[in-house]
């Protein structure tokens, strides 16, 4: 089969590959889509192997069941899903409660085995996962179920651990209008009244934040903060969802997020927010405010954001392309070309 490999740092390509073997507990899938994320961007980056062997990439996997492994239950050849990108142990204390995107088996601060990011992922024609973490999406499209693996479970999982925060009356702020942002305009509208303000470097993704539902767009920058600020009476923003997560941005959080607020960083851009222990006075952090460094999501946010796309009130946009044009697809997303999600079909 092909499949899009990672072979040495910063490099990827389309390569002939054994179509997996899947052991007792495994499904056969015949991927339908599978959508880029920045991540596979940060992963392309980063300056070491990840492993030995080329990696297959991609952990945003939509497909059909091809072949189901010998001591599999309750799953058929032919049904068609996602991959829960989360491949926890199922055993420690987080998983057992329903946590299974902070799963302990890994360490306090590492991430649970995720498709293509150490285990072969789904940027190719077939893919073997855990049958455990295969979602049903019933007849919802491929190009739009991808990112519902990723995009959406973890804008869901960031905005729904923030609901308390979102009451009719207060202010969301969503920095970062691409993958996960678009969709995070969605999930804010149809989950709650509040006003969402979309912050963004581009006026397309601003367009973009719009169309999606946001009812102020600002342009990214030095005088954002001020700008929220304006906007909320002095008070600042009861939530303060940031998919870009570089120092700029958690700066602008910090000078923005209202008292008892929520800041939640999602992008990995590895930026600091400067929360000190100072007493209050003039700007800075407001007393109360929480910062949550969120990852993923669990099997109840896919499951709830699958729902939101069948109703109609999610709709990814999407930026179709083969797989064999995945290296086009990927200069794209690192130009800031792509409005929405990139989506690869093999
Ligand atoms: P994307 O490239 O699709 O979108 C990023 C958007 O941020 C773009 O629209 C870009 O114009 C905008 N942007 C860049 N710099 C900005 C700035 N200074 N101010 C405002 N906007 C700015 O990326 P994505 O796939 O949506 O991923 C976003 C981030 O989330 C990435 O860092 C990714 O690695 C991370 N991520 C984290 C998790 C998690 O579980 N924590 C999961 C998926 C992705
Ligand atoms: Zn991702």
Redesign the pocket.
């Known amino acids: 089969m092909r499949a899009l490999q990672l072979t040495d740092p910063g490099v990827i390509e389309i390569r002939d590959v054994p179509v997996p073997e899947i052991g007792p507990s495994d499904l056969l899938i015949r991927v339908g889509a599978a959508g880029?994320?920045?991540?596979d961007?940060?992963l392309l980056h980063f300056p070491v192997k990840m492993r030995e062997e080329p990696l297959t990439i991609g952990h945003e996997i939509a497909g059909t069941i091809e072949a189901v492994g010998s001591e599999v239950d309750g799953r058929q050849v032919g049904e068609r899903g996602i991959v829960y990108l989360c491949w926890s142990c199922g055993v420690c204390r987080e998983c057992i409660s329903g946590n299974e995107?902070v799963c302990l088996a890994a360490g306090r601060t590492a991430?649970p085995p995720c498709p293509g990011l150490g285990p072969d992922g789904g940027m190719a024609e077939y893919v073997r996962i855990p049958a455990r973490s295969f979602v049903p999406i019933g007849d919802l499209d491929f190009l739009q179920a991808a990112p519902m693996a990723?995009?959406a479970l973890?804008s869901y999982?960031?905005i729904r651990g923030a609901k308390e925060h979102l009451r009719p009356g207060s202010t969301a702020v969503v920095?970062?209008?691409?993958?996960?942002?678009h969709v995070a305009v969605q999930i804010l509208r149809a989950l709650s009244a509040t006003r969402i303000v979309a912050?963004?470097?581009?006026q397309d993704?601003l367009d973009l934040a719009k169309r999606c539902g946001a009812d102020v767009t600002l342009e990214?920058?030095p005088d954002?903060a001020r700008q929220i600020l304006e906007l909320t009476g002095g008070r600042g923003a009861e939530a303060v969802f940031d998919?870009?997560?570089?120092d700029?941005?958690a700066q602008?959080a910090v000078e923005s997020v209202a008292p008892n607020g929520a800041y939640r960083?999602?992008?990995?851009?590895g930026g600091v927010p400067g929360v000190t222990a100072d007493p209050a006075g003039g700007p800075g952090w407001p007393w109360g405010a929480s910062v949550r460094?969120?990852?993923?999501?669990t099997r109840s946010d896919l499951v709830d954001s699958i729902a939101l796309a069948q109703s109609g009130r999610l709709t990814v946009e999407v930026d179709r392309f083969d797989l064999a044009d995945a290296r086009a697809a990927f200069d794209r997303?690192e130009a800031?070309k792509?409005r929405?999600?990139a989506v690869l079909v093999p």
């Open positions: 880029i994320c920045h991540s961007l940060h995107n991430m990723d995009a973890t999982h960031a920095i970062g209008v691409g993958g996960l942002g912050v963004d470097l581009g993704q990214s920058g954002t998919f870009v997560g570089v700029p941005t602008m960083m999602v992008g990995l851009g460094k969120s990852y993923g999501g997303l800031g792509i929405g999600r």
